[in-house]
């Protein structure tokens, strides 16, 4: 990715093809950079624009991301002890209850609560998730500005322009930037590493520098958080030689050094919060590495054919059918040798690792999202090598430009659908969602029933706790700890602060049945953290997953209500169901004079959520046209069940300790 020998020594590229600025054009290059336009603003501000707006639109989690935002949750809410260390975290923090396949490093969580802090202490505890998330997101947006900014610095204006509306009307990157997955922290590393490896013409003397910055962001990327960008690592470094542009005195150096300094980072921190017995260190990538790649265990996830990352993967990450199919061929095969030369040396290190990836049996594409901003801004050039040609006003030169302009404007389409099809995807997130909206404070008065009044649910005095349980479904779609209540955190929080009282809530190891059949006392300590209400509720969620407990009737007996896929599965107690939230299920196409699912059975449960808005819309849309819809079918996912109590049933009594 450095300036070609013409770039080098001063030679002009062409004024149609898009290449490395040269030293000679020093004064304009800083020109177009430092100035820049309204619409070149507009540009950069989609990037964390769009971020946000998916984060808004879909603000839940899935399961893949569910270590990191636990963690950061459980930093926040219980900090880090310096003493009797293994016993507060064991019974406080979340990993050590589902600790995952292998272990994930801490550094990301504790960064992300760690900035997060003092915006939680301004907004409240209550958007503390969108708050960690929005760091991530705009971390990522920050990378992917620095990398366009290199680019125009590189390649000129145009061609940074045309990366930014490439990058913006793609889907997956700007889905996932806020997403808490390992796989973007490194995401933001790695492209500031290719950022860096970009010609800097105007001070060729800085390459050695932005050579070193650029091994060392990779180097912390597979060290700390994805041990697949060390195989990117390699092609890189690789590549730079052959060109060559490095030599590999200067690897050596800048590796070593951030290699152990990556190693003395991630190893005291991740010993710290993971608690291995016996106590040894903890590295969890090289875990990682072991147990995916030694042992295989990754293909307990299922495995792909070796070409799906180029069949199926990439297509999909750069969406617009133009980027794959026609922009990359004419780049890289263009006559002019500055445009071809400066698209193979933005493909060749990508191109490598995911070949090499490759032979990997299990395969994901958030596994090569990292090579999307170099493919795209190879793209780019040639869309403005392409654009250019429209001042030639000829047909074809017209239809190329119009082809161009379309394309972009339907993956912005396509980019729009797709998000609001994700967004169906969280039933586990919308049923707790509506679930604390339906627990209603009454400012210190005791719990009162509401449902034989019509409601769905309880008016809570200020010191009450709602005890839920949560199956597998629910928690893979969007149950996290920051979505209980506004102050505490997580069943954990009452089995540290009980001690000598019984808990309520059982681990998946324990009955948490308790001798006395007619009620049961739980310590809650109450514990403020952000500026959220005073009198909230404190929401206590279940994720037990053992199917011995799950089998008994006492067990179901304890909770207040149900997030559950399968009511048939609720063996103990008596239950209504008060909601059911819907998912995507696929596209359907209803025809005229077929009656809406909605409207035949007027006894099924009130569908609330994302479900009841797709429900409107549809109603809406067939009634202007005339019975048709073509559109996402929604699927019974969750169902919010609440307890029906009766004056003989056991009681859960909650006592708050002020202390």
Known sequence: MTAPKSAQSGAKPTTDVPGPATPSAKNHSTSTISGTSFFDTFLAALIPGLILLHLVVAPYTKVEESFTIQAAHDVLVYGTPTSDVYRKLSSTYDHFTFPGAVPRSFIGPVVLAGLA??????????????????????????????????????????????????QASQFHVIFYASRTLPNMFAFGLTTLAFAFLLPHPTNPKRTVYRQRLSITFLVFAAAIFRAEVALLLATTVLHQLLIPALSLDRVVFPFAVSFLTALAVS?????????????????????????????????????????WYLTSALPRLLLNPLTYAVLLPVALLSTSPALAAAARRLVAAPAAFVALYSAQPHKETRFVLYVVPPLTAAAALAADALFKQRRRKTIPAVIATLTLVASVLASFAASTAMLAVSALNYPGGEALAHLRASVVVAGGTPAVDTAAQGGSGVVMGPADVVSVHADVLACMTGVTLFGTNANVGSAAA???????????????????????????TVMVKQQRVGTGDENGVRILVDKTEDDALLSRDDFWTQFDYLLVEDREKVVGGTWETVGVVKGYGGIEVVKPGTQDEDDIDWKAPRVVGLGETVALWKRGVRDLTGGWWVGPKMLERIYILRRVKDKDAPRTRVVVDAK
């Open 267 to 307: 190893v005291p921190v991740d010993t710290y919060f993971w608690q291995t017995w016996p106590p040894r260190p903890t590295w969890p990538e090289l875990e990682a590495f072991v147990f995916n790649v030694v042992r295989g265990g990754a293909s307990e996830w299922g495995v792909s054919p070796w070409h």
């Open 117 to 166: 802090q003092p915006i939680v202490d301004l907004v409240g505890f209550q958007h503390a998730q969108f708050v960690v998330r929005a760091i991530l997101g705009l971390f990522n947006a920050a990378c992917l500005l620095v990398f366009a900014r290199n680019l125009r610095r590189a390649y000129g204006v145009g061609a940074a322009r045309w990366y930014l509306l490439l």
């Open 494 to 520: 009452v089995a540290a602060a009980a001690a000598a009282t019984t808990t309520l809530l059982p681990s998946s190891g324990a009955s948490g049945s308790s001798d006395d059949d007619s009620a049961r």
